[in-house]
């Protein structure tokens, strides 16, 4: 029986989220040395939420949800109404464009967004309660002419950093994020830079993350974007791999750095190369390409990806790459390669150079 797309789709999402073997993620990153300069800057409240809403001031996608209740939000607006000092936010400039990044103070800056507005993210209205100041009960629409105007007028202290040096990468904003605003999870690097490398590169990504013969060969969606990093770690090694050094986190933030407004014609290229790809994977070989051992051998997916990639190049396959498949997994250096320190230089380039040879006679 054929199931139609719909249902393997199901089928997919309904499957237990897939176990993925990857040293990488315990890397040593190695530390860069920056000149950072930052100063302090006092925003009136309402000024805060004009910027916020025209797009000045942005809240990247990891931290828009919005988790305070309601008497945390109470509050924090009534310290505000009552003249009380609060907690300061935290912002990165952008050089480019002059955003100001939220590093941290979402949930402040979206309170008194939502406050302004007069409703919360889910429609409920946004009345301040379990107060015991004469605010309780208050929108801002209800609260007083020189209460408003008050609120209005009150400041919230802004730390601002930008980078001096290196000069125009931004890489510091990567271990700014990575250190300093992890809500109490740790936020795994494809997360991080989905929020602070947005652009038309990221959105490729997730469109390919979609693709249906990727979706048969790594299994279940995963929440914390592992999968999308494993697309990017192929393209990467794929566009440059000559050039890889340790570590791979590293690799991977210059790489998307690098193409993160890439054009539309380079971003077509690189998505039809990844489903020519996986399509010719998929049905080549079969779903358990990336699996040598029931769980996802990350360094097994980039090399099986890019040699087969490398083939691809030269022409359509027509013939099966089973045995060329199996020969590989066999070959002791390339298991050496694929089993500890993975994200070392020498084993990245091995483990692709075999795979590309191996893969280059196939009919």
């Not at 979706?215 to 999968?227: A, S, T």
């Not at 590293?250 to 750095?257: K, V």
């Not at 691809?312 to 070959?331: A, P, R, T």
């Amino acid at each position: 029986m054929v199931e139609s797309l719909e249902q393997t789709q199901a089928a997919i999402l309904d499957a237990p989220e897939v176990a993925i073997i990857d040293d990488s993620v315990e890397e040593s990153v190695g530390i860069d040395e920056y000149a950072i300069s930052s100063y302090g800057l006092d925003f009136d409240v309402e000024g805060i939420v004009r910027r916020y809403n025209r797009g000045d001031i942005v809240i990247p996608e990891f931290q828009r949800k919005y988790v305070w209740r309601m008497s945390q939000a109470s509050r924090f607006v009534e310290s505000l109404l009552l003249g009380l000092p609060v907690p300061g936010i935290f912002l990165y400039r952008e050089d480019d464009t002059r955003e100001l990044t939220v590093i941290d103070g979402q949930q402040r800056i979206l309170t008194l967004h939502f406050f302004y507005e007069g409703v919360l993210e889910n429609g409920r209205l946004f009345q301040l309660s379990n107060l015991a100041s004469k605010f309780d009960g208050q929108t801002y629409k209800d609260l007083e002419i020189e209460d408003r105007r008050k609120l209005d007028d009150s400041v919230i202290h802004a730390t601002i950093v930008r980078q001096e040096k290196p000069e125009d990468d931004g890489s510091s904003k990567f271990s700014i994020f990575e250190r300093l605003n992890t809500g109490g999870t740790n936020l795994h690097p494809q997360e991080i830079r989905s929020a602070i490398y947005s652009g038309p590169f990221c959105e490729v990504l997730v469109k390919m993350n979609k693709n249906e013969s990727w979706r048969k060969l790594f299994g279940k969606p995963n929440k914390r974007k592992r999968d999308e990093e494993l697309i990017l770690r192929f393209l990467a090694l794929f566009h440059n791999s000559e050039n890889y050094r340790p570590s791979m986190t590293r690799f991977l933030n210059e790489f998307m750095l690098a193409k993160r407004n890439l054009e539309d014609s380079k971003l077509l290229e690189m998505e039809n190369v990844f489903n020519r790809t996986t399509t010719t994977i998929l049905k080549k070989i079969g779903d358990d390409a990336f699996k040598p051992q029931k769980s996802i051998n990350a360094a097994v997916l980039d090399a099986i990806m890019v040699g087969v990639a490398t083939r691809l190049k030269m022409g359509e396959i027509n013939g099966g790459l089973v045995s060329q498949y199996k020969e590989l997994l066999e070959n002791p250096e390339f298991d050496n390669s694929i089993s500890v320190g993975t994200s070392q230089g020498e084993r990245v380039r091995q483990r692709i150079m075999l795979a590309v040879k191996a893969f280059a006679d196939a009919e």
